[in-house]
C-alpha cells in the first residue's frame, strides 16, 4: 500500500528557513508527479508548488522566489526548501503524489496525500 510520510516541519523565526521532505513508499513505480499543499486554521488546503517526473515546476504567487521544490525520481522523494519564511506561511504543509495504477494494463494515475507536517513561522 502507498504510504506518503511527511517530515521536516517545526517551529521557525520570521525570517527564517526550513526543508520539508517527503517518501513515497509502498510502491515499485515512479511516481507521474509530487507536490506541497499547506492549510492554515479556519482556512482551505491551498496548492504550495509541484514538480513533475520531468522536473516541471509550479509555485503559488506567495511563495514564488521563497520556496524551492525539488524531486529525487529514484527515490520517489519531495523536498521543498523554504527561505524568508513569514507569518502567514504557518500551516500545515501536506505532501500529494500522483502514481500510476496497473491491472495488468495501465489503468490511469492515483493521488495519495500525507497525514502533514506542522510548520509554525513565530517569533
Known amino acids: 500500500q502507498v504510504q506518503l510520510v511527511e517530515s521536516g516541519g517545526g517551529l521557525v523565526q520570521p525570517g527564517g528557513s526550513l526543508r520539508l521532505a517527503c517518501v513515497a513508499s509502498?510502491?515499485?513505480?515512479?511516481?507521474?508527479?509530487m507536490g506541497w499543499y499547506r492549510q492554515a486554521p479556519g482556512e482551505q488546503r491551498e496548492l504550495v508548488a509541484t514538480i513533475t517526473r520531468s522536473g516541471q515546476t509550479n509555485y503559488t504567487n506567495s511563495v514564488q522566489g521563497r520556496f524551492t521544490i525539488s524531486i529525487d525520481n529514484v527515490k520517489n522523494t519531495v523536498y521543498l526548501q523554504m527561505n524568508s519564511l513569514k507569518p502567514q506561511d504557518t500551516a500545515v504543509y501536506y505532501c500529494?503524489?500522483?502514481?500510476?495504477?496497473?491491472?495488468?494494463?495501465?489503468?490511469?494515475?492515483?493521488?495519495?496525500w500525507g497525514k502533514g507536517t506542522l510548520v509554525t513561522v513565530s517569533s
Open positions: 509502498g510502491t515499485s513505480f515512479r511516481v507521474v508527479g
Open positions: 500529494h503524489a500522483e502514481l500510476p495504477l496497473y491491472d495488468g494494463s495501465y489503468l490511469g494515475t492515483g493521488t495519495y
